[in-house]
């Protein structure tokens, strides 16, 4: 399948979403009604207030969670017919790496090869040159354990982790909070370049708005209850952009300022 003919595939679609952490549906209602879809190639940002729901959401279409009911339906980018050995269709990185300390980069990376055993230590080590050159890591990293390396080393390599399953959708529980300004500009033109190179799609959790505007394509603002009180259509009038470059335009500046009028609102709303 071309990436022309996948630009406007859904690859998730949730509908009349609801989940409480209580043993009855209407005890602690974390998402009250939720409906969204993302497709590829579209990176989707969600901004809230903390405890709104963000994180339950990403945790419920990772199937850590159970919704209490409506559905929540994926549709991978390739058919059973062609789908590749090892491949996971959901990749989720979090705030903080989930690399093994005893075990050194290269065996972090290919542990795909060993949990996936159709996969081939050859294809595995194939994707890991490729993926060390796209986000700018020598191979001489290889030898070294994750104790060893900065913290923007460190994401990087769980990020090229992640994505040695070969995830369709990427789940994005702010992966550069931590991190300084320039290591995650940096880091945020790699992710951003690599999604839509190869047509993956992606749901972002962050509180840095930002962040929000220059890597997405939509950001939408949840509300207490897990509603999505505001969508916002990001539009630099480029088909591939820097988010580094973006963040300096007039345009930028009024996406900001629509971004904030409306998180603010919901944010105050919120603690009264």
């Not at 795909?112 to 050159?133: F, H, I, M, P, W």
């Not at 603002?221 to 300096?248: L, N, T």
């Not at 996406?255 to 009264?272: K, N």
Request: proline share 3%; with cysteine.
């Amino acid at each position: 399948m071309s990436n022309l003919s996948l630009q406007n595939q859904t690859l998730l679609s949730i509908s009349d979403l609801r989940f409480s952490y209580g043993f009855r549906e209407s005890e602690n209602l974390v998402i009250k009604s939720l409906s969204l879809t993302v497709g590829a190639g579209e990176i989707v940002s969600i901004l809230g207030a903390s405890g709104c729901g963000k994180s339950t959401l990403l945790n419920l279409v990772a199937g850590l969670l159970s919704p209490k009911s409506g559905a929540i339906e994926f549709k991978a980018r390739t058919t059973i017919s062609d789908n590749k050995p090892g491949k996971n269709p959901i990749g989720y990185i979090f705030q903080d790496d989930a690399l093994f300390p005893w075990r050194s980069v290269r065996s972090n990376l290919m542990l795909v090869a060993d949990l996936a055993k159709e996969v081939s230590v050859g294809s595995a080590q194939e994707k890991t040159r490729r993926y060390l050159k796209a986000f700018h890591l020598d191979e001489g990293i290889l030898s070294k354990y994750p104790s060893q390396l900065s913290g923007g080393m460190r994401q990087r390599v769980s990020i090229i982790q992640t994505l040695m399953f070969d995830p369709d959708l990427l789940l994005l529980d702010e992966p550069f909070s931590s991190l300084d300004f320039f290591t995650k500009l940096s880091l945020e033109h790699e992710l951003y370049q690599l999604i839509k190179d190869q047509n993956k799609a992606a749901i972002l959790i962050t509180h840095d708005i930002d962040e929000a505007i220059a890597v997405s394509d939509r950001v939408l603002i949840m509300a207490k209850g897990g509603d999505i009180s505001q969508e916002f259509k990001i539009d630099f009038g480029q088909e591939a952009r820097s988010p580094e470059d973006v963040r300096g335009t007039a345009q930028f500046a009024e996406y900001y300022h629509a971004v904030w009028s409306h998180l603010r609102t919901v944010i105050q709303e919120r603690e009264v």
